[in-house]
């Protein structure tokens, strides 16, 4: 099972994968523009604000985030389970 985005990208194949990653130099799926450096879903969920779609309820992204630290977090719990 992936535990990172990398790994995920890896397990589906270069098909699959590489039209999905952007084209530059280090191929990276969030691109050289993407800012959000200290976001613990960014690996784990592939998830940034950069990609988010804005929502008037959640302009800052708050709920989102704190809704994805616990969901990160049970999983922790059940994989250590």
């Known amino acids: 099972r992936p535990k990172s985005g990398d790994e995920l ?3 589906l ?3 699959i ?4 990653l952007l084209h530059d130099t280090n ?5 050289k ?7 613990p879903q960014k690996d784990s969920l592939l998830y940034c604000h950069c990609h988010a779609k804005p929502e ?6 708050t709920f989102r985030d704190a809704l994805l630290a ?5 999983e922790q719990q059940q994989c250590t389970a």
């Open 27 to 31: 191929e990276h799926y969030f691109g």
């Open 13 to 15: 194949g270069p098909d």
């Open 70 to 74: 616990i969901l990160i977090e049970m």
């Open 9 to 11: 990208f890896q397990s």
């Open 56 to 61: 008037a309820l959640d302009p800052m992204f």
């Open 17 to 20: 994968c590489n039209p999905v």
């Open 33 to 39: 523009a993407c800012t959000c450096d200290n976001l």
